[in-house]
């Protein structure tokens, strides 16, 4: 015999079904990415700590191999990106402007390039991208994760400023804040 569910019982139901398959579309997601799960606002409220090494670069691309330590004394912006993710292009713009601007000031911008598909692992294909792109500054090509892993990274774009001490001080995720992320810059650029 059919029974027919009272409202109450009928949404309770409900919740508890999408609750469950919200958990097993988390749990696929989590297992299938190169990433963790802290949250953004997580991630920024950390603090300062000492900037990880560019470990297990394949190649670096419009420059000689750079470590953390030879930069100290200069600000750093580290971009986290990929070539076909369409945030990372939008925000290009702004991190080529800033690398304009402030190179001569102290800023050194790196691009750490981390793909997201396997045909973005191909240097060529990168090399063509940062042409296409008219991007100047240096490129880590980081194909097997070890620069991302090593600042704990999950997102595309991902902008980590670097203190002249080598010290990781700001963190902006995805688009936007692009004010306040040149006031960053420009704040540690004027510091002794």
């Not at 990372?88 to 790196?110: E, F, R, S, T």
């Not at 400023?161 to 700001?170: E, H, I």
């Not at 995720?173 to 810059?185: H, N, R, S």
Request: include cysteine; hydrophobic fraction near 40%; charge should be negative.
């Amino acid at each position: 015999m059919f029974t027919r569910l009272r409202t109450p019982a009928l949404i309770a139901l409900l919740v508890a079904a999408a609750a469950s398959s919200a958990a097993a579309i988390a749990s696929l997601d989590a297992s299938s990415a190169p990433m963790n799960n802290a949250s953004p606002s997580a991630k920024q409220a950390n603090g300062s700590h000492a900037a990880p090494e560019f470990t297990g670069i394949d190649k670096w691309l419009n420059s000689d191999p750079l470590t953390v330590q030879q930069l100290r004394g200069k600000v750093v912006l580290v971009d986290f990106w990929t070539y076909t993710c369409i945030n990372c292009i939008h925000v290009l713009p702004y991190v080529k402007a800033w690398n304009q601007k402030y190179k001569d000031q102290g800023l050194v911008v790196v691009g750490v390039h981390t793909p997201e598909y396997s045909f973005e692992r191909d240097t060529d294909n990168v090399q063509k991208a940062i042409k296409r792109f008219g991007i100047t500054y240096p490129v880590a090509q980081d194909n097997h994760y070890a620069t991302w892993s090593a600042y704990d990274n999950q997102y595309w774009p991902a902008f980590y400023l670097v203190d002249k001490k080598g010290q990781v001080v700001y963190t902006h995720f995805g688009e936007g804040d692009y004010d306040q992320t040149e006031a960053e810059i420009k704040a540690l650029l004027a510091e002794n």
